[in-house]
């Protein structure tokens, strides 16, 4: 799967561009640092999703420059089942933590 980063929103968009050439664009849920794996993950979902439709989120680690930017090569799937269920612990965290996915609604 090929990368490249919207010209749109490279703050918050990503294109992802499967391997039969289709592209999607990609909104950037969150992103965060390891110290156990020293990697950084970043995870996305449609941007095309209705508030009501179940969201399929991606993830993937990446590589910044010494600038903290991203380009579309330094994003890496995930093929270990251990990073794969420490990002799902992350995810659920942020899921649940009220404060962090931004809902409000509960105070």
Same mark, same amino acid.
């Given at each position: 799967?090929?990368?490249?980063?919207?010209?749109?929103?490279?703050?918050?968009?990503?294109?992802?561009?499967?391997?039969?050439?289709?592209?999607?664009?990609?909104?950037? *849920?969150?992103?965060?640092?390891? /110290?156990?794996?020293?990697?950084? &993950?970043? *995870?996305?979902?449609?941007?095309?999703?209705?508030?009501?439709?179940?969201?399929?989120?991606?993830?993937?680690? &990446? /590589?910044?420059?010494?600038?903290? /930017?991203?380009?579309?090569?330094?994003?890496?799937?995930?093929?270990?089942?251990?990073?794969?269920?420490?990002?799902?612990?992350? *995810?659920?965290?942020?899921?649940?933590?009220?404060?962090?996915?931004?809902?409000?609604?509960?105070?």
């Amino acid at each position: 799967m090929a990368f490249e980063v919207s010209a749109e929103d490279q703050d918050r968009q990503l294109t992802l561009i499967d391997e039969d050439g289709n592209e999607e664009l990609f909104e950037v *849920l969150f992103t965060f640092h390891s /110290d156990d794996n020293d990697k950084s &993950y970043i *995870l996305l979902y449609p941007a095309a999703v209705e508030d009501d439709d179940e969201i399929e989120v991606q993830a993937f680690s &990446y /590589d910044a420059d010494e600038d903290g /930017d991203v380009t579309s090569s330094d994003l890496h799937e995930i093929t270990s089942d251990a990073e794969w269920d420490m990002v799902q612990g992350v *995810l659920n965290t942020f899921l649940e933590d009220d404060r962090l996915s931004g809902d409000d609604s509960a105070e």
